[in-house]
Every structure is written in C-alpha cells, then in structure tokens.
C-alpha cells in the first residue's frame, strides 16, 4: 500500500468520526457525559413462541401448559360464548392466530379497540376462579384481555348460525358430536 493510500484511508476514517461526533452532538446532550443504562430482559418459553405473557400463572401450570394445554376438564369440551363446541383435537397454537394482549394487537392495527377474547364468540369464560378461560379454537390459557385473528363478535356469530339453521344446516351450526 503506498503512502497516498493510507493518508488517504487515514483522512476517510478522521473525516467520518468526525462526522459521528458532529451529528451525536446536534441529536441532543448538553455536553456531557450521557449516563448509559442496561437493561436485562428474561425471555421465556411463551415469548419465544411469540407470545408475551405479564400475568401470573394459575397456581400448578407450566409456562408450557399455559401456552399449549391442556386446560383443566371444565374447559376441555365446553361450549363458547357462542356455543360452539371446544374440540380439544382440532385447535390452533397461539403462534398460528397472531395470539397476543388486545391492546398491543389495537396498536398495531389488528384488531379496533375493544376487540378481546372476553367478548369473542369462541371464548369459553373462567370456570374455575384463576381468571383465565379457554377457547373453542384456540390451545391453551385465554386471557379475556388477549386477542387473536380469529377473533369474532359474538352477534355475528349467533346471526351465522341463525342463517346455518334456517338454511337447514341443522343444530344452528353446533357440532354436538364427540
């Protein structure tokens, strides 16, 4: 490499830190020193499912039974707030639905406000006073304030069986069988 060179990569390396320091400057501070702080996250099992749970577990559940089941007997076929029949073999993993808290779904823009498992037609309410239900569609633990993309009104749900039964599809589109 001859001289030129390296004064010439010299003078590139100073011009471009001094360009750092000139931005770094016009980007805020007073002159000093910043204090830099370090956070520490813990990643678990769920989140790295992608789901993000704050809340605490039911006494005796596995973060893997939280996100996956099963759910306790009172859920495993129970009917949803629309009566649809929980089929614990046909269900959808939290991954495949988008699963996650209503609000972070509201901001971004997935879901409108007011949209959650508490008022979706597939949620099965809390039977057992953990403050969790189930879902008709869904595996695992349902927090009424989580939300998913299978998420529908439960109006809707009820005017489609309507039409179901009156179109003679029977049983109002509830599937009774075991």
Known sequence: MSFSDETRRR??????????????????????????????????EAEEDG???????PEGVSEEEFV????????????????????????????????QEATEAVEAGLAQ?????????EYIPDKNGDGFGACARVEGYIDPEDWCSLWESIE??????????????????VDYTL
């Open 11 to 44: 003078f590139l390396q100073l011009a471009g830190g001094g360009t750092v320091v000139s931005l770094a400057g016009c980007l805020g501070g007073d002159g000093g020193q910043e204090e830099t702080t370090t956070t520490t996250t813990t990643t678990t």
């Open 51 to 57: 789901q993000e749970h704050e809340e605490e577990l």
């Open 68 to 99: 996956h089941g099963p759910v306790p007997e009172a859920y495993r076929t129970a009917l949803s707030q629309a009566g649809e029949k929980r089929n614990p073999d046909e269900l959808f993993t939290k991954e495949a639905t988008q699963f």
């Open 156 to 173: 809707e749900a009820e005017a489609e069986q309507e039409e179901e039964g009156e179109d003679g599809g029977g049983g109002g589109g």
């Open 113 to 121: 406000e007011g949209q959650d498992c508490g008022n979706c037609a």
